[in-house]
């Protein structure tokens, strides 16, 4: 079964969190539920029981969430539903969670470290589709110009410029 809880007045908003018994499935920063429950359903066939208590993976996810954004946790420490990804996504997401607390990467440099050059925008792509945004940390993901380029949460290129502020790895 999975459950879902949610984080009030952040920063950035309210940030949506759903897990199954045994992974982080989805984070959502819109506000509409539906959305976070659309994401958690594409990685597992159990139903979403919008009623029960969050379970313990969403009550750690929301802490360490919390922690994050008061600048206090800079590793999230999480079962992720890395099976459950595409050979691709997960291919390019392991190499986005891989990078470190206040550090940035480009869409062409993980490309490029996959041995696919060409796949800048099939990198992005995959990036876009992030289920699990800030835990995984597609906001270090720049242009290959070393801009901001795309952020598919609430706040768009402002709240994927403050996440990175707060990591101290931007200065707009």
């Keep these: 079964m999975l459950t ?8 950035i908003g309210t940030i ?3 897990a199954s018994d045994s992974a982080l499935l989805a984070v ?3 506000d509409d539920p539906t ?3 659309a994401d958690a359903g594409r990685l597992t066939d ?14 750690a996810a929301l802490a360490q969430l919390d922690e994050y954004l008061r600048g206090e946790r800079q590793v999230f420490d999480l079962p992720l539903p890395w099976p459950a990804l595409t050979p691709f996504a997960r291919e390019v997401l392991t190499r986005v969670y891989a990078v ?3 550090r940035t990467s480009s869409y062409g440099a993980i490309a490029a470290e996959m041995g696919r050059p060409g796949a800048v925008r099939a990198v992005g792509q995959a990036n876009a589709n992030n289920p699990i945004p ?3 940390p597609c906001h270090r993901i720049l242009g290959t110009d070393g801009k901001l380029h795309g952020y598919g949460a609430r706040g768009g290129l402002e709240t994927k410029a403050w996440l990175l502020r707060l990591e101290g790895s931007w200065l707009v």
Aim: charged share 15%; aromatic share 8%.
């Design 4 to 11: 879902l809880g949610r984080l009030d007045d952040t920063p």
């Design 134 to 136: 800030i835990v995984i």
């Design 16 to 18: 949506w969190a759903a």
């Design 100 to 102: 470190a607390y206040g």
């Design 35 to 37: 959305r976070l429950a």
């Design 46 to 59: 159990e139903t979403l029981d919008m009623a029960a208590p969050p379970g313990p993976i969403v009550v």
């Design 28 to 30: 959502s920063l819109w």
